[in-house]
């Protein structure tokens, strides 16, 4: 192997190493984006899975305390105007 050719693959390998290394944080960070998603995607099959688990109970829903707080509310100001 020449001078030259020695050269050439030094310069090749020190490209090629720039090269990874600027593509490195964009790779980890679109397999780290697939993690997530896929999580993300899990928990929402599986909160849709509950969700049709508790509709099919037989417990009567009651409206919550919050919820007639806030209905009386809007029928007053409805009263006053």
Do not use: C, H
């Not at 997530?36 to 009567?60: P, T």
């Amino acid at each position: 192997m020449t001078g030259n050719q020695a050269e050439a693959l030094i310069g090749m390998l020190v490209t090629f190493g720039l090269l990874v290394l600027m593509v490195l944080p964009s790779v980890i960070g679109i397999v780290r984006d697939r993690r997530i998603d896929r999580q993300i995607r899990e928990a929402q099959e599986q909160d849709g899975v509950e969700r049709q688990a508790q509709k099919s109970s037989s417990r009567s829903t009651v409206p919550s305390t919050a919820t007639w707080y806030a209905e009386g509310r809007r029928s007053k100001k409805l009263v006053n105007s």
